[in-house]
């Protein structure tokens, strides 16, 4: 049904040159170099040292940051129920208004 066209290679045109002929060469080996000696390898990863200071550091940063998400969070929650309640009293004015529009019918 679908089938993709492929396209053709059209026959060269104009003046073809012969392949160039590749002569072999001598490889001709180096003087050897000396190794250097190895050296020990560096620590990946540098050693952490926990001073009180810096415990103490991490401790207020690690509270701060759940403060600040905290607050954030209680935010988000009472816009959320803000207008919740908004919505709520939308639809009791609406469904007042269509009552009493009701009503006089």
Do not use: F
Not at 42 to 52: F, G, I, S, Y
Not at 74 to 81: E, I, K, R
Not at 85 to 95: E, F, G, H, N, P
């Amino acid at each position: 049904m679908l089938r993709p066209k492929i396209p053709t290679n059209p026959t060269p045109a104009g003046h073809l040159t012969p392949p160039m002929v590749v002569e072999p060469t001598a490889v001709v080996p180096s003087a050897q170099v000396p190794h250097p000696a190895p050296v020990a390898p560096a620590p990946t990863r540098p050693t952490v040292q926990l001073t009180p200071g810096t415990a103490l550091a991490l401790v207020g940063g690690g509270t701060a940051v759940v403060l600040v998400v905290g607050a954030v969070l209680v935010s988000m929650l009472l816009a959320v129920a803000i207008t919740g309640a908004s919505v709520a009293v939308c639809a009791l004015v609406i469904r007042s208004l269509v009552h009493a529009d009701a009503k006089r019918r």
